[in-house]
């Protein structure tokens, strides 16, 4: 990012140079300066510094993804996958094109688009990511070996990024890591570590930079399935309320979520009641 910053401020400065020499020459020898030459070279120097700015520094920037109106109404239909194409083109040209190519692996994520996923990070240089970016990529491939189920190669990820991971500190990253460490310590069976890292990115979505309120219900999902795994009805019960509470208004893929984990909830609850008709029925048969 820096690097095109630098080049950036160097086009510019080079621009309006030579263009307020341009005209500070052609205004000279029409002997038509409104103000003195040296003043008015300042203000001329002023005046194309700010307009190239505009220009030189809005070519720098990560090009508006303008897919997702069309991504929200039709979903990755055919012409969204094309409007998609373009825009990652168009990222490569501005040198961003592994930085476009991690955004839309994550968005293929949360529409449960995995193999699109995982087709977007085999294209990365993982190699050329800075250390934020290189979170983003392994965080993003750790979660979908996970929601996949494919423990090798969730262990794999893991092994290979859980120092990375482990250290996330700013809080625009740490809340959803700490989600997909929770989701990876459930699949190995570790509930209890499973649900620290739950709550930790709980505490993130809901204090930290930026309320989330998808990722509250991610994680609400998650601790409802541990407190299921463990027998702990009413917590399960609360978590479950809590997510139905932030998913209002959620997309289809939470509203998804949280039928099921409504189901589950319900199931636990009948499945105790009939051990308790059970028990009764054994005590007065006995």
């Known amino acids: 990012m820096l690097t095109k910053l630098i080049r950036a401020m160097v086009r510019i400065i080079?621009?309006?140079?030579?263009?307020?020499?341009?005209?500070?020459?052609?205004?000279?020898?029409?002997?038509?300066?409104?103000?003195?030459?040296?003043?008015?070279?300042?203000?001329?120097?002023?005046?194309?510094?700010?307009v190239f700015s505009i220009i030189f520094l809005n070519m720098e920037r990560l090009p508006r993804a303008g897919f997702m109106r069309s991504l929200e109404e039709n979903g990755f239909s055919d012409k969204t996958?094309?409007?998609?194409?373009?825009?990652?083109?168009?990222?490569?040209?501005?040198?961003?094109?592994?930085?476009?190519?991690?955004?839309?692996?994550?968005?293929?994520?949360?529409?449960e688009k995995y193999k699109e996923a995982f087709e977007c990070l085999s294209r990365i240089s993982c190699g050329k990511l800075d250390d934020r970016q290189k979170i983003v990529y392994y965080n993003s491939y750790l979660y979908g070996a996970?929601?996949?189920?494919?423990?090798?190669?969730?262990?794999?990820?893991?092994?290979r990024s859980k120092l990375l991971l482990l250290g996330v500190?700013?809080?625009?990253?740490?809340?959803?890591?700490?989600?997909?460490?929770?989701?990876?310590?459930?699949?190995?069976?570790?509930?209890?570590?499973?649900?620290?890292?739950?709550?930790?990115?709980?505490?993130?979505?809901?204090h930290g930079a930026g309320f989330d309120e998808d990722l509250i219900c991610e994680d609400n999902f998650g601790l409802c399935a541990c407190y299921l795994e463990t027998d702990r009805l009413m917590q399960a019960?609360?978590?479950?309320?809590?997510?139905?509470?932030?998913?209002?208004?959620?997309?289809?893929?939470?509203?998804?979520?949280?039928?099921?984990?409504?189901r589950l909830v319900e199931l636990a609850f009948r499945n105790t009641q009939n051990d308790d008709l059970n028990i009764e029925a054994e005590k007065g048969s006995a």
């Open 169 to 206: 500190t700013d809080d625009r990253l740490s809340g959803v890591v700490k989600h997909t460490l929770g989701c990876y310590e459930y699949m190995c069976g570790r509930l209890a570590s499973a649900e620290v890292f739950f709550n930790q990115s709980l505490e993130t979505a809901a």
């Open 146 to 159: 996970v929601i996949c189920g494919d423990k090798a190669a969730a262990d794999a990820v893991y092994n």
């Open 81 to 111: 996958n094309e409007l998609i194409k373009k825009w990652v083109k168009k990222c490569g040209k501005r040198g961003y094109h592994d930085t476009a190519l991690l955004a839309l692996s994550e968005l293929c994520m949360s529409f």
């Open 14 to 50: 080079t621009a309006s140079v030579l263009l307020t020499e341009a005209l500070t020459l052609a205004f000279a020898k029409a002997h038509r300066l409104p103000i003195p030459q040296g003043a008015f070279s300042m203000l001329l120097f002023a005046g194309s510094f700010a």
């Open 237 to 262: 019960k609360y978590a479950a309320e809590q997510a139905a509470y932030y998913a209002q208004g959620a997309d289809s893929v939470i509203q998804r979520k949280l039928e099921r984990t409504k």
